[in-house]
């Protein structure tokens, strides 16, 4: 759905991406990870059509961004980081000002703004003026513009940047739903902990660099990590911790707050056994913790060095 | 939700697009509703008509007191209060426009919306046309409102409804030109403070310029047949449509660089300078040669000297998928610029062989289509022996000034120095007027086109060998910060 293929954006005194090389499958909700100034932003502006690459190429929708701009606009829902609402405008004015810049055909505009204003949960607020929107709102105004073509395709940069801790779960909750809808979504952010709930696949970059890319699981397989495996027995814990250091396939396990933490680097069905051992002491949990971005965003990035 | 993609309309052919982007354009309609929600819009309209009102209360006060008088000296006084009345809403409505444009793109840059547009559908022309569009029509508004009072004028006669219609044509002009300033501006700039200062201060050089060229133009066609009545008129007027045409084009690329807007922008100059110069030229050969002509002549061609500096700075502008794309371009090949100076030679040499009233006006035309061509390439070499961080503009406007102005401080004060030292074969404004003929080296006009001719073709080998190298270096890879 989305593929890069040797981009490189150079400023003439700053090379902004270096061979970008990634492949986003459709379906996929595809985090894209990066410090301040990594290219996150340039790589982005480019598929969105807003730049030109210096070398290379870029697809969306199977569209070239530089020979079919226009068929990319089409397929493609742009969400900048510094979004701009205008004053002066009603919600639903602002989205059937969207709606015919996205050459919606007139007599289905005003369903149209319904929908997404449901879909978005701002049908209370249609008749609002937007400047008397708290920044959540707007921002889901904002994503209500990017939504109003049905774009197969979804490119957000940034787009939880500003917003308060509820705003933040209710704009989660709202792109775990586009997820479930079949878009395609990229996610540009550097809070990672708000990837790492509904990203199936991620991408790091670095001084324009692409460190890594692909399925959450695999980049930890491929850095030499495990699963984090967090297991709460009921008795003798100190017997079922040496039983578990004894598993071939466990490493590093620790007693923790009566909770028995291991990394584990092996086959789910040899898993198993080790949960069948655990039984007899009273096994009541048995958890795989979940994929800590940040620890693998730490170990892949070089910071400043 | 669900919306299939099918319904999104086509593009179409030109002029459809041309015609939805008139007519159902989306930025105009927002703001339209946008601007007509703001006071300021309503603050403005007021003071104008209070304004207009004023005058035209004091006017009818005064005729009031002449109502018995004679009527031709009524008609007269109507005519001289609908000029004054014109004057008015001229300078009312070149100092509004401006105002109403200069923050249309910017405020757009400001806000962070403009990405948001240029990532829909809508193509640069179609955000152009729509902020363009409602500028005009909101001082078509302004106009209109101020009809009632405008309209008086017939009440007390001397003015036809035609002299009426055409100084509103004027007006629309004006607002339309003075726009377009504010919109180009407002696309350069990324803070509308600048845009503001930058549109008022082009606006008022503009206003200079148009009351010294009014006199030369009128004076060139003081002496043709009734039917070129008009001509002066039509002239200036296609010379503004042209001006806004580019100034248009400008701003369009300004939102979204390509080189076909490029190469649109340097067309429509190159263009527009030959049909001025063969207009001219054409006219001389048909006419008496008067003072005015030369006055003309210098004028259109130090104007052209200095717009191209402007509009034709960046002719090979391309990025690199654009290369391949264009490559077919007339631009962005030397072959179109090989044809324009041959085009000037022609016309030098077609005067180095005549003889007659004529090859003033031969030589000046060949030089004329010339000197774009030798200043772009001399400000092209010295800008590439200077290195990267010099801008060509910069230097093109350094290398005419320099022409222009060095010779005449020579020449000033009856000095008869026309060693090739002090430039003067260099200088646009001597070599197009001649220099006079008992000059003992010289032998009239042709021998100035052909020792300008000379001087140029020296200076443009001269420094294209001396830049060559300059050019053929490679450029120092790039540090990769990675």
Redesign the interface.
């Known amino acids: 759905m989305i593929e890069c293929r040797s981009l490189t954006k150079?400023y003439g005194n700053?090379?902004a991406l270096?061979n970008l090389n990634l492949r986003v499958e459709s379906g996929d909700a595809f985090g894209f990870i990066g410090p301040n100034g990594a290219g996150k932003t340039t790589t982005i502006?480019i598929l969105?059509?807003?730049q030109?690459?210096?070398?290379g190429e870029a697809f969306v929708g199977g569209y070239s961004v530089?020979?079919q701009p226009?068929e990319v606009?089409?397929?493609?829902g742009?969400m900048?980081d510094?979004?701009?609402?205008?004053?002066?405008?009603r919600v639903w004015?602002y989205l059937e000002?969207?709606a015919?810049?996205?050459?919606?055909?007139r007599p289905?505009r005003r369903k149209?703004v319904n929908?997404?204003l449901?879909?978005t949960d701002l049908g209370k607020r249609r008749e609002s003026f937007i400047e008397t929107l708290s920044t959540g709102l707007k921002q889901r105004v904002c994503l209500a513009?990017t939504?109003l073509?049905?774009p197969a395709v979804l490119i957000l940069d940034e787009p939880a940047s500003g917003l308060d801790p509820r705003a933040r779960i209710e704009l989660k909750e709202l792109l775990r739903e586009l997820t479930r809808m079949g878009k395609t979504l990229f996610i540009s952010s550097h809070i990672l902990p708000e990837l790492a709930d509904f990203c199936n696949k991620v991408g790091i970059l670095?001084?324009?660099?692409l460190l890594v890319s692909g399925d959450v699981h695999e980049i930890q397989a491929g850095l030499g990590k495990g699963r984090m495996m967090r297991v709460r027995v009921l008795r003798e814990i100190e017997t079922a911790h040496k039983l578990v250091d004894e598993f071939n396939e466990a490493h590093r396990a620790e007693i923790v707050d009566g909770e028995i933490l291991f990394e584990y680097g092996g086959e789910y069905a040899r898993l198993a056994d080790l949960t069948s051992e655990l039984v007899r002491f009273g096994l009541v949990q048995f958890a795989e913790e979940k994929t800590d971005l940040e620890d693998i965003f730490l170990s892949v990035t070089r910071g400043d060095q | 939700m669900t919306l299939d993609l099918s319904s999104t309309r086509p593009r179409g052919s030109f002029f459809r697009r041309l015609g939805r982007s008139l007519f159902d354009n989306p930025v105009l309609l927002k703001e339209l509703r946008m601007g007509l929600r703001e006071r300021r819009i309503f603050i403005i309209q007021t003071i104008y008509l209070i304004l207009l009102g004023l005058v035209t209360l004091i006017f009818l006060l005064t005729v009031a007191d002449q109502r018995n008088s004679d009527p031709s000296a009524l008609a007269s006084a109507g005519k001289e209060f609908f000029q004054v009345q014109f004057w008015m809403q001229l300078i009312m409505v070149i100092l509004i426009t401006p105002s109403l444009t200069c923050g249309l793109l910017s405020t757009e840059k400001e806000r962070h919306s403009l990405e948001m547009l240029l990532a829909s559908r809508l193509t640069a022309t179609d955000i152009v046309l729509g902020k363009l569009g409602f500028a005009l029509c909101f001082i078509f508004l302004l106009l209109f409102s101020a009809m009632p009072l405008t309209a008086l004028i017939f009440f007390v006669g001397g003015v036809s409804p035609g002299d009426f219609l055409k100084a509103y044509f004027h007006l629309s002009i004006a607002a339309l030109i003075t726009a377009q300033i504010g919109l180009t501006f407002s696309a350069r700039e990324g803070k509308t403070a600048h845009a503001t200062n930058q549109s008022y201060g082009l606006v008022v050089l503009g206003l200079i310029i148009f009351l010294i060229a009014i006199y030369p133009i009128s004076m060139v066609f003081q002496t043709t047949a009734s039917w070129w009545e008009y001509a002066p008129e039509a002239i200036l007027l296609l010379e503004i449509g042209y001006l806004t045409m580019l100034m248009f084009l400008k701003t369009v690329n300004h939102l979204r660089p390509a080189l076909k807007n490029i190469n649109a922008i340097c067309l429509a100059f190159i263009v527009a300078y030959l049909a001025n110069v063969g207009l001219f030229s054409y006219f001389l050969l048909n006419n008496p040669i008067g003072e005015g002509d030369v006055a003309a002549w210098m004028f259109i061609l130090l104007m052209h000297l200095f717009l191209a500096g402007f509009f034709i700075h960046k002719p090979r502008f391309i990025t690199p998928s654009e290369t391949l794309r264009y490559r077919r371009s007339p631009f962005a090949r030397p072959i179109f610029w090989c044809g324009f100076f041959a085009l000037g030679l022609f016309g030098l040499a077609t005067a180095c062989n005549g003889s007659g009233n004529g090859i003033w006006v031969y030589s000046a035309a060949g030089l004329a289509v010339l000197f774009i061509f030798a200043y772009q390439a001399v400000a092209r070499c010295l800008a590439a022996m200077m290195g990267p961080k010099v801008h060509v503009p910069t230097i093109y406007y350094v290398v005419v000034s320099t022409t222009c102005l060095v010779p005449t401080f020579f020449l000033s004060g009856g000095n008869t120095d026309y060693s090739p030292l002090t430039g003067i074969f260099l200088s646009p404004i001597i070599a197009t007027m001649g220099l006079p003929t008992d000059e003992p080296h010289l032998t009239g006009g042709s021998s100035v086109a052909a020792a300008s001719v000379i001087a140029y073709l020296a200076m443009v080998v001269i420094l294209f060998f001396m830049s060559r190298g300059r050019l053929a270096e490679k450029p120092p890879p790039k540090k990769d910060i990675a």
């Open positions: 150079d700053h090379l270096s502006k969105a059509t807003l030109e690459p210096s070398e530089v020979d226009d606009r089409r397929v493609l742009y900048p510094q979004f701009g609402v205008y004053d002066g405008m004015e000002f969207f015919a810049a996205y050459r919606v055909e289905k149209l929908d997404v449901d879909l513009k939504l073509h049905d670095e001084k324009g660099r």
